[in-house]
């Protein structure tokens, strides 16, 4: 189900990490020993995406490492949903920001987070080893 999700997704948006086999999802999403995924259907019960958060306890913060929302429930709360739960879920365990990286070129995605309180931190080149590059963002929380 994720990677149909996960597929869908990366076909409409380019600038994403494009991981083109289950495995490699697979891989990228359980790198980290405390990463956990979620779900999110709507009220209907529809699937509309998914959120993957990962623990960094030692570092004092919880990254998004995946925010994922269907191409046909975009621009609908569900992205501002998800990320209110991860800063939810980053109060709980009393960790003091929230990060994430994003492609450069995704403008939809930068938009999104700056509306959200988060700051581009610095640049990264080559990221994830595939020749793009991402910002990483930081809320204090
Ligand atoms: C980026 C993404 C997670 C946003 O989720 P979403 O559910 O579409 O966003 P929301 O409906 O919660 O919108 C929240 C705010 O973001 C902004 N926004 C979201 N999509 C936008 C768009 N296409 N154009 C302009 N603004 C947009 C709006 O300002 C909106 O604010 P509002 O509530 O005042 O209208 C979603 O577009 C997505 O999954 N994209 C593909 C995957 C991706 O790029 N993920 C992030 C990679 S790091």
Same mark, same amino acid.
């Given at each position: 189900?994720?990677?149909?999700?996960?597929?869908?997704?990366?076909?409409?948006?380019? +600038?994403?990490?494009?991981?083109? +086999?289950?495995?490699?999802?697979?891989?990228?999403?359980?790198?980290?020993?405390?990463?956990?995924?979620?779900?999110? +259907?709507?009220?209907?019960?529809?699937?509309?995406?998914?959120?993957?958060?990962?623990?960094?306890?030692?570092?004092?913060?919880?990254?998004?490492?995946?925010?994922?929302?269907?191409?046909?429930?975009?621009?609908?709360?569900?992205?501002?949903?998800?990320?209110?739960?991860?800063?939810?879920?980053?109060?709980?365990?009393?960790?003091?920001?929230?990060?994430?990286?994003?492609?450069?070129?995704?403008?939809?995605?930068?938009?999104?987070?700056?509306?959200?309180?988060?700051?581009?931190?610095?640049?990264?080149?080559?990221?994830?080893?595939?020749?793009?590059?991402?910002?990483?963002?930081?809320?204090?929380?």
């Amino acid at each position: 189900m994720l990677f149909l999700i996960e597929r869908e997704i990366a076909k409409a948006t380019p +600038t994403l990490l494009q991981l083109g +086999t289950k495995e490699k999802l697979l891989e990228f999403l359980t790198s980290e020993p405390e990463s956990h995924t979620w779900l999110w +259907t709507n009220k209907n019960g529809a699937n509309v995406g998914y959120l993957t958060l990962i623990d960094k306890e030692e570092h004092g913060e919880l990254e998004v490492l995946a925010i994922r929302i269907l191409p046909g429930h975009q621009k609908s709360g569900y992205g501002k949903e998800m990320m209110a739960f991860a800063e939810k879920i980053a109060k709980k365990k009393g960790r003091a920001k929230v990060t994430l990286v994003t492609n450069i070129k995704n403008t939809i995605a930068i938009g999104f987070y700056k509306g959200l309180g988060y700051k581009v931190v610095k640049e990264i080149a080559n990221y994830f080893g595939d020749g793009e590059n991402r910002y990483l963002l930081v809320k204090e929380i």
